[in-house]
């Protein structure tokens, strides 16, 4: 079956500086990868997504980068303010019959003033 | 409207009580869902519904019922329940099963005494 993790439950970062939170899965069928950000006390909001065709994919202020050799991604975010302060997911999903999204166990930022 | 709303936020319930969590949409999606998350980990799914079918049920106990009303509406019933049960049960929504972006709503946190 697929595992996401991520290598660190929580991330303390100064703010104005740029945060990188990473994710390996294990299934090499895995085609579609999304980034949520869940703040507390709400349900998880997208962030950004990327499909196994491409390597990198930019938004405002966020990058995710696709390493499929490894089965790595990670979720870039530049200049790193207060309000980014939340619990990221990464999930995966497969295409085929069944496509089943599976969320990684969650990083946690920390925004320092 | 980009909103999916859940009702009630917080709910207490004893384990011989029934109740039950509602969820609504207008964004015109085909598909919903039903995660529960524990705290300090990664929502976990439940139910799937698509084109108000039910798709998939990941092995949930009986006494979780959920129920398609219409395309706009989600319910999921509870019934003699075990305090192991209190959780966030999230509902989200997607345009059709397994595309795309997951919409979530703010949760409905669950206690059984």
């Known amino acids: 079956g697929e595992s996401v993790g991520l290598h660190l439950p929580t991330l303390s970062v100064q703010e104005g500086d740029n945060s990188i939170i990473n994710c390996a899965y294990s299934n090499s069928a895995s085609d579609y990868f999304i980034w949520y950000k869940q703040e507390s006390g709400k349900g998880p909001q997208f962030i950004i997504d990327i499909r196994s065709n491409m390597d990198k994919r930019q938004g405002q202020r966020v990058t995710v980068l696709l390493n499929k050799t490894v089965k790595h991604l990670s979720l870039q975010i530049a200049a790193t303010q207060p309000g980014d302060s939340a619990v990221y997911f990464c999930a995966v999903q497969n295409s085929g019959g069944y496509q089943k999204v599976t969320f990684g166990t969650g990083t946690k930022l920390q925004v320092i003033p | 409207d980009t909103e999916v709303t859940q009702t009630p936020k917080h709910l207490v319930m004893g384990m011989t009580n029934k109740k039950s969590l509602k969820c609504e949409q207008h964004?015109?999606?085909?598909?919903m869902y039903w995660y529960k998350q524990k705290a300090k980990k990664p929502p976990e799914l439940m139910f799937v519904?698509?084109?108000?079918?039910?798709?998939i049920n990941e092995s949930v106990p009986s006494r979780f019922s959920p129920e398609c009303p219409n395309s706009s509406l989600l319910n999921l019933h509870l019934h003699a329940l075990q305090p192991e049960d209190s959780a966030l049960y999230l509902c989200?929504?997607?345009?059709?099963?397994?595309?795309?972006?997951?919409?979530f709503g703010e949760g409905s946190r669950l206690t059984v005494l």
């Open positions: 964004m015109g999606h085909r598909a």
């Open positions: 989200a929504s997607s345009q059709e099963e397994g595309t795309g972006e997951l919409f």
């Open positions: 519904y698509s084109y108000e079918k039910l798709s």
